[in-house]
């Protein structure tokens, strides 16, 4: 078999067969197949599509290019939670020591940033001296000792996608349904799941920009859940506006710990409160969603979700005088507010604009290997259907220099809409799906 071969047979719209799958994905991880092969054929990808068949073909070829997990030894079963990707979406960092806290543990391998959407990995290298690099032994062991532990992507478990996923942030080729439901399943199934929470977001801030795409995304990875033999739940929620207040790595640390204390944005906590809630339920700690919420609400409370994530973020070496003075994480140099020109109602925060201008900003990546400031990004103070007086701060931009922070500027100036009649505050949980 040669991969030329069977890029031009996808370009040409042809259905791929596991073998001719296998051989690729193999081959890419192995690199005999190089970067600029698996760009090309990744595009074809999007622009041909994939059969239903071909895209579970692709996420156990994937799933199966570094070991499985058996967590079997360490809990009955263990719950992970997965999100689509999205504009200030920092729900991992909220919701993993919630859900530990109640005694579910949380094994969770996320990612880097990817297109204009962050990553949970670049989140928390913004933590000195955090390690994600974890061996199998140390997730697990950590996993035994803790109850949660969130590593990258190792040569161990579903390398192939840690690869193809750092070549589609930086090659267009991130919106697709089946690249994008293989990239999140294989992780799950290689990280040991019995039961999966899929965050899928629908809106402007998101890969999927309505309601149907997201549907379409979440039925495809329930599916492939299923065939794996997984119990898998899909909660969309809305990423018309950034999710929270904060947006760029280390603005998005504090937004957390700052909710794990209690100030959380209502909107945030609504999501996290969700997510959780789910997971509890799939977990099988609780019986309904409202006794999910009780005990989320309670250890959320009592500061125990707080002291979770501590252990946490000392158990992979991070810098514990970070996490209880979060002014200590990194700083821009320059910090500006803007404010409102007039009074009125917020119309709009475009989730899509404000998330490539943070990657412009430095927040993500151009190119593979490009190093990605943790300090710069937005906070805005607003959400749509908010009244404002004149004056009133819409946004604070972090940058690093002038330049971009006049950029920054132009295009939060256009990103914020005002109204001068009243606007409905928009919906946050759009579906749930668990079948
Ligand atoms: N998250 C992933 O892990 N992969 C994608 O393709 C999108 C979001």
Known sequence: MRAVDIIIKKRDGGELTSEEITFFVQGYT???????????????????????????????????????????????????????????????????????????????????????????????????????????????S?????????????????????????????????????????????????????????????????????LEEALALANTMIDIGRDAGRDVAAVISSMEQPLGYAIGNALEVKEAILSLQGQAP??????????????????????????????????????????????????????????????KLPQARFVKTLTAPQGGYIAGVHALDLGWAAVRLGAGRNKKDDRINHAVGFVIHAKVGDKVVEDQPLVTIHADDEFHLEEAGETCRKAIRLSLTPVSPLPLILQTLHG
Not at 39 to 58: D, F
Not at 160 to 167: P, R, V
Request: contains cysteine.
């Open 142 to 210: 950590q996993l035994r000792r803790v109850g949660l532990v969130v590593a990258g992507q190792t040569s161990d478990l579903a390398p192939a996608d840690g690869k193809l996923y750092a070549l589609r942030d930086i090659t267009g080729t991130v919106e697709n349904i089946p690249l994008i439901a293989s990239s999140i399943m294989s992780k799950k199934i290689a990280g040991g799941a019995d039961a999966i929470v899929l965050d899928v977001k629908a809106g402007s801030g998101a890969f999927m920009k309505t």
């Open 266 to 327: 209502p909107d945030f906590l609504e999501h996290c409160l969700t997510i959780a809630g789910y997971m509890l339920l799939l977990g099988g700690k609780v019986v309904n969603l409202a006794d999910a919420r009780r005990l989320l609400e309670q250890v959320l409370s009592q500061g125990k979700a707080f002291e979770k994530f501590r252990e946490f973020i000392a158990a992979q070496h991070g810098n514990l005088e970070v996490i209880d003075h979060p002014d």
């Open 30 to 140: 192995s690199e005999s197949i190089p970067d600029y092969q698996a760009a090309a054929w990744a595009m074809a990808v999007v622009i041909r599509g994939m059969s239903m068949r071909e895209t579970t073909a692709l996420t156990l070829a994937m799933a199966h290019s570094g070991q499985i997990l058996d967590l079997s030894d360490i809990a009955r079963r263990v719950v992970d939670k997965h999100s689509t990707g999205g504009v200030g979406d920092k729900t991992t960092l909220v919701v993993g020591p919630l859900v530990a806290a109640c005694g579910l543990p949380v094994g969770k391998m996320s990612g880097r940033g990817l297109g204009f959407s962050g990553g949970t990995i670049d989140k928390l290298e913004s933590i000195p001296g955090l390690r994600v690099d974890l061996t199998l032994a140390e997730f697990k």
